[in-house]
């Protein structure tokens, strides 16, 4: 991403010469000019002609994005708030002092607090170009133990983490036998499931569009569509369970209330043909509570190849 500069005067001649060639030369990448009086304009809506000479100064700006994973335990979520720690928070600060500059990072989406991520995406800008293996390596080194820097891509100018992946995907785990070695990333169910009822109603999210029973209330979202490709409960050992859920999108507490809603259907308290009468209600408080963040993981956001340089 390049942005120009001017300072200076010169007059409309000067002006229109030097807007021609600066089109020809530099056509493919988005100009902002800002003039010392102040405001700004695009190159390619037209320069502000005025008297006298410019001198033109051309800064680059590049995107990278950055792929992370933390234990959620000790944070309020990922994003920035106040009066309270976030994984967004950790990382702006490592990456501001690092590259000596502010850094926002913008994230493949939003995590509730003592949610997990073995695979997030952010992307950030930076003036200057950087060697994706000396940062990562210097990350690590500056962030607490519970975040990790895997690596870091440039990206295209427009590429964005959060609206331009493609899927993301959840893991929810419960287990059935006390052990304190599973309590803090998943969650003990102590009365009998009927897990294959609970993959009956899994099946039927994959033909639902409106996501509305499952999403906190008052969001900042423009729509509840989602698009679900897989929904399943899988044994992975004798006391242990994992429901696996991929989608385009997901709404703010939402893979939690759907597991809390399977939960119902896997008591016998809601049968097949109420949990899908729960979806059409269109009402929140219709569906389960919602499980505990603690043994829900981020695990996987896809994106496009073309997206990175």
Known sequence: ????????????????????????????????????????????AGLRADTARYTLQIRISMRYFIFLSFDGTAYHGWQVQPNAVSVQQKLNEALSTLLRQSVEVTGAGRTDAGVHAHCMVAHFDTAEAVDGAWLTHKLNRLLPADISVSHIRQVRDEAHARFDAKART????????????????ATRITYPL??????????????VKDFTSFSKLHTDAKTNFCKVTK???TQVEPDLWRFEITADRFLRNMVRAVVGTLVEVGRGKLSLDEFQ????????????DSMPGNALSLVRVVYDEELFV
């Open 1 to 44: 991403m390049w942005r120009g500069f001017l300072s200076g005067k010169m007059d409309d001649d000067v002006m229109a010469e030097t807007r021609r060639c600066l089109m020809e030369e530099l056509l493919m990448f988005p100009f902002a000019f800002a003039f010392p009086w102040g405001g700004s304009t695009c190159l390619n």
């Open 170 to 185: 959840y893991h929810y785990w419960v287990y059935t036998q006390k052990n304190p070695f599973r309590r803090q990333y």
């Open 194 to 207: 009927d897990f294959e009822k609970m993959n009956e109603a899994a099946q039927y999210l994959l033909q």
């Open 231 to 233: 929904a399943e409960w």
């Open 277 to 288: 009468q729960v979806i059409a209600r269109k009402d929140r408080c219709a569906a389960g």
